[in-house]
């Protein structure tokens, strides 16, 4: 059983920053995510678009937000599940949790903090009959380990970020890379798009526009996909293949948090703004898109404050005998569970005596 401080589940940007605010106060943090990656939305869905709210950055990609975040969490050693939802919540008689993901998974801790966005993420899955039968046997929602698909023949199929920048990056791994999407134009990064354009000139990827995977085919595993081109002349065509990737992005959903018995309004979790972001059970947490109140705004930003706050609360819910005083960071520095401390440096004025 993985043993924590404040357990968070969902490893987003307010997630992966409220693992800094604990670790000011010595607090350790453990993170649970159903994506195969930190970065929630940032990472899976729109890791080139560039973002304008995030303060002191006039434009920062998502991307690289996510890479920032864990460069500055990275002294807290904060854990990680990930690719595993967090299934069920259960209250011990002594007021602590244990979670337990859908994989089996338990996580035991005194605070909860709900950090999901908008929830857990699934993925879109084309409408194909038989898709189901081979997942994990040649169709993958996710791209876990690129080097799975080393010298493999590969078909992607998608239009925006994810499947573009997957589509460049295998073109160096599979020795086949098929890019198919139902339309010409695509709606992902313009670099992205120029960069697919040179591959394709290249002959390194093989962009197959104005068509559609509709049928799989294979007996124990995937063989053949089916692509069935809106050219009607063309009609359908099989493609022997090692690997499907459908990449439509992510469905949002509330999932198994939504019986946990929490205030749910509006497809979000009801929290007290007043204080500390508390749900209507005590010990639990929700911050980030995933909360409502009040003159809620889902910002980043805003998901950033509401972490500040509630680990301020969970700090006296841990410990409360004890008086947390709040220290800035530009006078206490930032001491990290590695032994690393980064703190202002020491003007040293000597008297001079004349």
């Known amino acids: 059983m993985i043993r924590t401080d404040i357990l968070i589940i969902g490893a987003g940007p307010t997630g992966l920053f409220t693992v800094f605010e604990?670790?000011?106060?010595?607090?350790?943090?453990?993170?649970?995510?159903?994506?195969?990656?930190?970065?929630?939305?940032?990472?899976?869905?729109?890791?080139?678009?560039?973002i304008y709210d995030i303060p002191a950055f006039p434009e920062i990609l998502a991307g690289d937000l996510v890479k920032n975040l864990m460069?500055?969490?990275?002294?807290?050693?904060?854990?990680?599940?990930?690719?595993?939802?967090?299934?069920?919540l259960e209250?011990?008689?002594?007021?602590?949790f244990i979670v337990t993901t859908n994989k089996g998974t338990q996580h035991h801790a005194p605070v909860v903090a709900i950090a999901g966005g908008l929830g857990s993420f699934e993925p879109r899955k084309p409408p194909i009959a038989n898709i189901a039968e081979y997942e994990d046997k040649g169709v993958s929602y996710f791209i876990k380990d690129p080097e799975v698909y080393r010298d493999r023949k590969v078909v992607i199929a998608g239009g925006g970020d994810s499947a573009l920048d997957w589509a460049i990056y295998l073109s160096d791994v599979a020795s086949e890379v098929a890019l198919v999407h139902r339309r010409e134009e695509f709606r992902g990064a313009l670099d992205s798009v120029e960069r697919v354009s040179e591959l394709a000139k290249l002959g390194k990827i093989e962009m197959i526009t104005n068509a559609e995977v509709v049928g799989l085919k294979g007996e124990d595993e995937l063989e053949k996909v089916v692509i069935r081109h809106k050219d009607k002349a063309r009609g359908e065509e099989f493609r022997s293949v090692d690997d499907f990737i459908p990449l439509f992005g992510l469905?949002?959903?509330?999932?198994?948090?939504?019986?946990?018995?929490?205030?749910?309004?509006?497809?979000?979790?009801?929290?007290?703004n007043s204080y500390d972001y508390q749900t209507n059970i005590p010990g639990v947490y929700a911050i980030g898109d995933v909360n409502t109140y009040?003159?809620?705004?889902?910002?980043?930003?805003?998901?950033?404050?509401?972490?500040?706050?509630?680990?301020?609360?969970?700090?006296?819910?841990i410990y409360p005998d004890k008086k947390y005083v709040l220290k800035y960071t530009t006078v206490g520095g930032v001491e990290g569970f590695d032994g690393t401390k980064k703190e202002a440096k020491k003007e040293v004025v000597q008297s001079i005596s004349v």
């Not at 460069?71 to 069920?88: D, V, W």
């Not at 949002?252 to 509006?266: A, C, D, F, T, Y």
């Open 294 to 317: 009040k003159g809620k705004l889902k910002l980043i930003l805003s998901g950033f404050h509401e972490a500040a706050i509630m680990c301020q609360s969970a700090y006296q819910k």
């Open 22 to 50: 604990a670790g000011l106060l010595k607090l350790k943090t453990h993170l649970i995510d159903a994506l195969p990656q930190p970065g929630g939305q940032c990472s899976e869905i729109y890791p080139k678009k560039p």
């Open 91 to 96: 209250k011990l008689d002594d007021g602590t």
């Open 71 to 88: 460069e500055q969490i990275r002294p807290f050693k904060p854990g990680f599940t990930l690719g595993e939802r967090a299934e069920t």
């Open 251 to 272: 469905s949002p959903k509330l999932g198994p948090i939504g019986s946990w018995g929490l205030e749910i309004e509006k497809n979000a979790i009801k929290v007290d």
